[in-house]
T-cell receptor, first 113, second 115 residues
């Protein structure tokens, strides 16, 4: 079984809709992250959480919110989706420590029409 | 601000040759640097980590160097194979006392190995 899972894997929605992307992990890691990836722009950090009570904005958090429901679960919400949020979204985890090697989920491809 | 540059968006080489990918960083001094592999439509996968006090690290056909004076890391794949075709991402740590998730990812270099 995959250590980091994301649901859904693909989603098509309309402008203005609320969308939630979910991430679960069985690695027992404290740290979790949400990134988006766009062609030519690379991976950009949206939000990250170093433990259940810790939520931090990344470089592109506007238009997004997150919830850390448990150590193993980290959800990303788009309150009112817009077309420029069409992207590939990745969840990642890491162990708290000196190097933060990250383990990524399979990704969610989101299309906002 | 901290900046990462992977000099080539794409690199095409012949099977059996050595692929060399470059990562440059500016405006900070990371304590370590990581390399990841990403296949189309999939999440990045960690390959190697090198620390600032290490000049070189090897793993099977992979070799990474870290030159803190030049602010550069080189990633080598020797005896390349078509299965090595993928995008390779450089990810230096944000530096001492850094926050914001601790890694900054480069945009990647897409490697294509032709038979």
């Amino acid at each position: 079984d995959a250590d980091v899972t994301q649901t859904p894997r693909n989603r098509i929605t309309k402008t203005g809709k609320r969308i939630m992307l979910e991430c679960s992990q069985t690695k027992g890691h404290d740290r979790m992250y949400w990134y988006r990836q766009d062609p030519g722009l690379g991976l950009r950090l949206i939000y990250y959480s170093f433990d259940v009570k810790d939520i931090n904005k990344g470089e592109i958090s506007d238009g997004y919110s997150v919830s850390r429901q448990a150590q193993a679960k980290f959800s990303l919400s788009l309150e009112s989706a817009i077309p420029n949020q069409t992207a590939l979204y990745f969840c990642a985890t890491s162990v708290a420590g000196a190097t933060d090697t990250q383990y990524f989920g399979p990704g969610t491809r989101l299309t906002v029409l | 601000s901290q900046k990462i540059e992977q000099n080539s968006e794409a690199l095409n080489i012949q099977e059996g040759k050595t692929a060399t990918l470059t990562c440059n960083y500016t405006n900070y001094s990371p304590a370590y640097l990581q390399w990841y592999r990403q296949d189309p439509g999939r999440g990045p996968v960690f390959l190697l980590l090198i620390r600032e006090n290490e000049k070189e690290k090897r793993k099977e056909r992979l070799k990474v160097t870290f030159d803190t004076t030049l602010k550069q890391s080189l990633f080598h794949i020797t005896a390349s194979q078509p299965a090595d075709s993928a995008t390779y991402l450089c990810a230096p740590g944000r530096g001492y006392g850094g926050s914001q998730g601790n890694l900054i990812f480069g945009k990647g270099t897409k490697l294509s190995v032709k038979p």
